[in-house]
Each structure stands twice: as C-alpha cells, then as structure tokens.
C-alpha cells in the first residue's frame, strides 16, 4: 500500500521510534482484523496486517451471551495480536467491536476479559459509527472522491451503507444482516436452492426497503464495495466475466451457478478458502439484493474499511476524533434548541470545579473532561420533549440516539450524567459502566449537579 499523507500539522519522529507507530484493531462478527503502521516522512505507511477468522456471531446467543467455544477462540486471537502491541503507545492503539459485541449485552465480563488479555481496552461502537469509519477508511485507502460515492460494507452480523460528498458521509445507515447471520438463517446445511435463494433476498431487500428511497434519490457517481464478502463475490464474478468490478449481470451469473452447483464447495474455486465458503452465500445474496433495492449498476471493491479508517483517525490524533464528537454535540444542541448561554455556564464552572477536585477525586483526565463537557453541553436538550422530567427524556436521546465519534461506553457514560444531574441518584443505574469506571461516572455527575445548581437561576 501507498504511504498516505498525515493529516495538516502532524510531524513525524524518526523511523523506528515506536512512538510514531499504531495499531487499529477490528472485531468483526466473522474475523479479526489487525493494521500496524508507522509514520514516514509526511506520510502513514501500513507495515503489517494481520486477520484471522474468528466467527464470534456464531456463538452468540439469543439472550445476548456468547458461547464459551467463540470465546475461547476469541481470547486466543488477542492474546496472540497483543503481543504485536506492546511497544506501541497506548494512545496509538483502539480496537473497536462491531455487531456482534453490541448485540452481546450479557457478555461484559468477556469483554473485559477481552481487553485484559489484549492489553487495551475495547470499545464497542454503533452502526453509525461503524458507517462513519468505514467511508474514512475508503477515503484513506482511494483517496476522497471529486463526487459523491456509495460505500457498501457487509460484515457477519450487519451491513453498512455510506452516502458521501468528498471526505463528508451526509447519509449512513446500518442494517442487522450480515454474512454471518443470512448464512445461518437460509444456508445453515449448506445448501442453495433457488427457493432458498429467494427467500433470503427477499428478506435482505425487504431490510434495505426503508432507506433504500432516500440513497436512490440523493444519488452517487461511483458505489464501492467493502469486507471479505465483496471482494470474495468480485473474485467470482472476474473468473465468470473477465472484469475487476461487479455489474448486476455478473451477479446474476453468480447467483445461477452457485443454484445449479447446489453448494458452494462443489464449485471447485481453488481461490476461495473454506473459511469463506462457509458464509460465503449469504453475503452473496446480501450483495445481489443491495444491487436491486439501491438501482447499483456496477461496483468497485477495495481493500479499505473500518480498521483504516481506525488507523487515518489515529493518525489524525485526539484532536481528530474529539473534532467529530464536538460536531456531533453542536449538532444535537442545535437540534433539541438548548439554551447555549446557560450551557455554556454550566460547563465553564463544572471543569472549574473539576480542576479543583482534580488530585482529591482522581479526576481531571482527558475522557473525564470531555464527557463532563457534553453532558453540560447537552443537559437541558430534553426539554424539546417536556419540561417534567426532562432529564429523563435527554437521557433516552442520547442512550438511544447515533452519536458520530462516540464509542458506546462514552455514549453511555454522558447519557447517565445527562440523567442524573437533578433528581435522585440511583447507584444502580450505572452498573452498566465497567466496574472501574463507576465511581468516576458517580463524582463527575456530583460535579455537574452541583455546577447547574449554581446556575440554576
């Protein structure tokens, strides 16, 4: 891969300082993804990659537990791609889960595990967010377009779609199927019928229905496709039709084949490793019903997702990333109509209080004084729904709500601050944090309720 340029105002250590090297982690519903890079020059070079097929959706389960065995194979990747991290500074590291960690709501004590033996903590991020990093991951890797381009992204247990005009996404959605998912649901034996087939397209393009009006309407100049399942069909199509992108005929082609074979594995496609064959028919169908419910005529795949956009993030620093949640916070202020005098009151004397109660309450670190920022920002922007009991209506907007920039533990952790910065503190409430979280969430939302009391008048 090409060194791409750093962002405006970077500079770069020397080559082989570990300072100037990072580590982007994805984990993903059906694998793993790890980028290493470093700084050159003026640019970011990708000096490894690492992925391996883990299949964590297949063992979660249907009360949001995951089983011991994905587990276990799980524990087993990091463990193995912690050792590529240790002499890079945390800073220069996230690793993010997508579909599946989301929908695991009872696996917080793997998810801790997780990090542990990773040595770095994980965030589990939205859709949206997914979305977002996905569409900044194609731009690192192809350059931002002249036009507006389509990214299409098919994971193990969702699929994101991206509108954007330059380096801007202006449309994402993420919709809950995936390789993984549709392969269990229509393939599960590993057969393909055509009444199977229909089935599941039927169901994919029945998912695409609600937001496919509004993409077909904003249009696109190009549609690029992401994710091993993409590049796995474009594969395909090329041995069938001799042309690097994917067109609705190909697909066609593909789909009569894969009918008249019966099963992936009779298709005798030295290319495609049975890892892949084994999920391989439902990202195929997800990708044939995109095609027909979005008007796409033809699509490029590309190497570039989620883990590069992670890495162009951090290279961009904290600055880049606080850049994209500030923006999001504005724009919801704006939104709900809060009042920016009065928040911007109580912001300015809760970080003073914060400072002062900086070395007694452990307090003062950079993630406490940007949650505590937002919540003050955002504190009084359930008044748009009532004014009794506006703090409970601000925090299901935003514990509910696609919060660009935002990791869910952050998202979470501003909406309990948001919700109890009047009324009566329910401890409970925020056992929803990691344990070693807790206490802070619990002095920053003192912090706060004492800053709006000030100002109350």
Not at 288 to 316: H, K, Q, V, W, Y
Not at 384 to 402: M, Q
Request: with cysteine; net charge positive.
């Amino acid at each position: 891969m090409e060194p791409q340029p750093l962002p405006q105002g970077i500079t770069a250590p020397p080559n082989g300082d570990p300072a100037g090297h990072f580590a982007a982690l994805d984990l993903g519903s059906n694998s793993f993804h790890l980028i290493l890079a470093r700084r050159l020059g003026q640019h970011i070079q990708v000096i490894d990659r690492l992925r391996e097929m883990v299949r964590l959706g297949t063992g979660l389960r249907a009360d949001g537990t995951i089983t011991p065995e994905a587990q276990q194979r799980a524990l087993e990747t990091l463990r193995r791609f912690g050792d590529r991290l240790r002499d890079i500074p945390p800073q220069h590291i996230r690793a993010v889960g997508t579909y599946t960690l989301r929908r695991g709501f009872r696996a917080v004590d793997f998810l801790e595990q997780a990090g542990q033996v990773l040595g770095h903590p994980i965030e589990v991020i939205s859709g949206q967010e997914e979305a977002r990093l996905i569409y900044r991951g194609v731009s690192f890797t192809l350059g931002p377009p002249a036009n507006r381009r389509l990214v299409f992204d098919i994971g193990g247990g969702s699929s994101e779609i991206v509108l954007g005009d330059g380096i801007h996404p202006i449309c994402m959605e993420s919709l809950h199927m995936g390789c993984i998912t549709y392969s269990q649901r229509f393939f599960r034996d590993g057969r393909i019928t055509a009444k199977r087939w229909q089935a599941a397209e039927t169901a994919a393009r029945l998912e695409f229905q609600p937001v496919a009006a509004n993409f077909r309407a904003a249009g696109w100049h190009e549609a690029i496709g992401t994710s091993g399942s993409i590049r796995a069909v474009a594969a395909m199509v090329q041995t069938l039709r001799n042309t690097p992108d994917i067109d609705a005929a190909g697909l066609a082609g593909l789909r009569d084949r894969l009918i008249r074979a019966g099963r992936v594995d009779r298709l005798n496609l030295p290319d495609l490793a049975a890892e892949r064959q084994q999920v391989f028919a439902g990202g195929a169908v997800i990708l044939s019903a995109a095609f027909a419910a979005l008007g796409i005529e033809r699509m490029l795949p590309c190497d570039g997702a989620l883990r590069e956009g992670l890495l162009d993030e951090l290279a961009a620093g904290r600055r880049g990333r606080q850049d994209v949640c500030n923006h999001t916070a504005e724009a919801l202020s704006q939104l709900y109509h809060a009042d920016r005098g009065q928040a911007s009151r109580v912001c300015t004397t809760a970080l003073g209080f914060l400072d002062q109660l900086r070395e007694q309450w452990a307090l003062g670190q950079t993630p406490d004084i940007d949650a505590l920022r937002w919540a003050a920002m955002l504190h009084e922007i359930g008044l748009a729904i009532s004014h009794s009991g506006y703090h409970k209506h601000g925090h299901y907007l935003l514990a509910n709500g696609d919060l660009a920039g935002f990791s869910r533990n952050t998202q979470t952790l501003v909406s309990l601050l948001v919700r109890f910065h009047r009324r009566k503190i329910i401890r409970r409430e925020f056992n929803v944090l990691p344990p070693e979280q807790r206490l802070t969430a619990l002095r920053l939302t003192i912090v706060l309720r004492l800053a709006v009391l000030l100002h109350r008048a």
